[in-house]
Nanobody, 120 residues
């Protein structure tokens, strides 16, 4: 019904930047909140940032001032611009979207994950 496809991960040196993208497709009627989570090796998945349909944003304290979440509603896409990356940002990053389908079913959907590795 719905797919979230991520792109943009990779390997970068500390202090560098990466931009993640996540495009939603399928039987979409409306998208509410969109967000990013991450999971480092041996750790639980943690919330990173959220953007509402009205473009309000929130961030976990550890990324404030370095990461920026944005969305393009016409493209059903959410972005995460990551600047001044640190080794502790290394993780698999997952996008998430709260979607109302054309069948009027409202569900949280996840992307497949994108590896971000920051070397020191």
């Amino acid at each position: 019904q719905v797919q979230l496809v991520e792109s943009g991960g990779g390997l970068v040196q500390a202090g560098g930047s990466l931009r993640l993208s996540c495009a939603a497709s399928g039987s979409i009627f409306s998208i509410y909140n969109m967000g990013w989570y991450r999971q480092a090796p041996g750790k639980q998945r943690e919330w990173v940032a959220t953007i509402t349909s009205g473009a309000s944003t929130n961030y976990v304290d550890s990324v404030k001032g370095r990461f920026t979440i944005s969305r393009d509603n016409a493209k059903n896409t959410v972005y995460l611009q990551m600047n001044n990356l640190k080794p502790e940002d290394t993780a698999v990053y997952y996008c998430n979207a709260d979607i109302l389908t054309t069948a009027r079913s409202r569900t949280s959907w996840w992307g497949q994950g994108a590896q971000v590795t920051v070397s020191s």
